[in-house]
């Protein structure tokens, strides 16, 4: 037997385990790719339902505010801070327990509705990205039509019938 040569299994086996090493390292990168985008699915669908339940809470302030107005002038709020701090009363009246972002851009960027008067009547976001639920959503306050994008949601509350 020369200097450096091998014979028998372990020459022939010679390059198998970094294959085997390789086609590991595949598999686990195509898991990690699949749990990332799980995970970036989980987070997108938590958002859209924080901007539902966001969205009707801003809806159920408004409705409050209009409806507690005093005397047969019924009006929206010309601006959100009244919702949290209702100044129209002598004592503290708080529609909303604070202003909330919008869970789709994390800022409080929200587009207001605006009614004839100027109040606002309703917000929406101002996100273009592609909801997961397009299809109408009946929330507690508020009405929703099928949308294509987060923008399409106005957050109007029901007319009192």
Not at 64 to 69: G, K, L, P
Not at 130 to 141: C, E, I, K, M, T
Request: glycine content about 8%; hydrophobic content about 40%.
């Amino acid at each position: 037997m020369r200097r450096g040569e091998r014979h028998g299994v372990l020459g022939q086996q010679r390059g198998f385990g970094w294959i085997f090493v390789l086609i590991m390292l595949a598999v686990a990168s195509a898991t990690g790719a699949v749990v990332a985008q799980r995970w970036s699915d989980r987070m997108a669908r938590d958002k859209e339902r924080q901007l539902l339940r966001v969205g009707d809470a801003y809806a159920q302030a408004l409705a409050n505010y209009r409806a507690s107005s005093p005397g047969s002038d019924k009006r929206y709020p010309q601006t959100l801070e009244q919702l949290v701090l209702d100044t129209r009363f002598v004592g503290t009246r708080r529609h909303l327990r604070t202003l909330y972002s919008d869970p789709m851009t994390g800022q409080a960027d929200w587009v207001l509705l605006r009614d004839e008067r100027g109040d606002i009547s309703g917000i929406r976001s101002c996100s273009e990205q592609r909801p997961w639920a397009r299809v109408a959503q009946h929330l507690d306050f508020t009405d929703l039509p099928a949308a294509e994008r987060y923008a399409d949601w106005a957050f109007i509350p029901r007319q009192p019938s």
